[in-house]
């Protein structure tokens, strides 16, 4: 299929020694349980940011409004997952992000589709 799920966990500090815990500070799964880093059962709830899929390369809104603002919004209403949109198309080097007010989105100038995706998840995992 062309378009798919873009899912990647974000990984904290490396440790110096053998780990006791899994190396990242996301949610995954023990058995049948999607679980948090303490190994506690939690429920998802989350949103789709559409638009990485489209011709634009990046998530809506952000000709309006800065990504942080926004993913702290999405954290504030209570939400803890974000689906964002992914396509094969992204991966070619013909592909431009497109329709981002970079005076809002300074840090987001020249990225690629992939690196731009990899700010909103590094940044979703800072604020958890």
């Not at 440790?15 to 058995?31: C, D, E, I, N, V």
């Not at 506690?40 to 309006?64: A, D, K, Q, V």
Request: charge should be positive; include cysteine; proline fraction near 9%.
């Amino acid at each position: 299929p062309s378009n798919l799920t873009y899912v990647v966990p974000m990984p904290t500090a490396k440790p110096t020694s053998a780990p006791t815990r899994p190396l990242f500070s996301y949610f995954h799964t023990s058995g049948n349980q999607i679980v948090d880093r303490n190994g506690n059962s939690i429920r998802l709830s989350g949103i789709n940011w559409e638009g990485t899929e489209g011709p634009g390369y990046r998530p809506l809104g952000l000709w309006t409004r800065n990504y942080k603002s926004l993913i702290n919004q999405v954290k504030e209403m209570g939400f803890n997952s974000i689906r964002l949109p992914y396509s094969n198309q992204m991966l070619r080097n013909t592909s431009v992000v497109n329709g981002i007010d970079y005076y809002l989105n300074p840090d987001l100038k020249g990225l690629t589709p992939l690196e731009l995706m990899d700010v909103f998840i590094e940044y979703c995992g800072s604020v958890g």
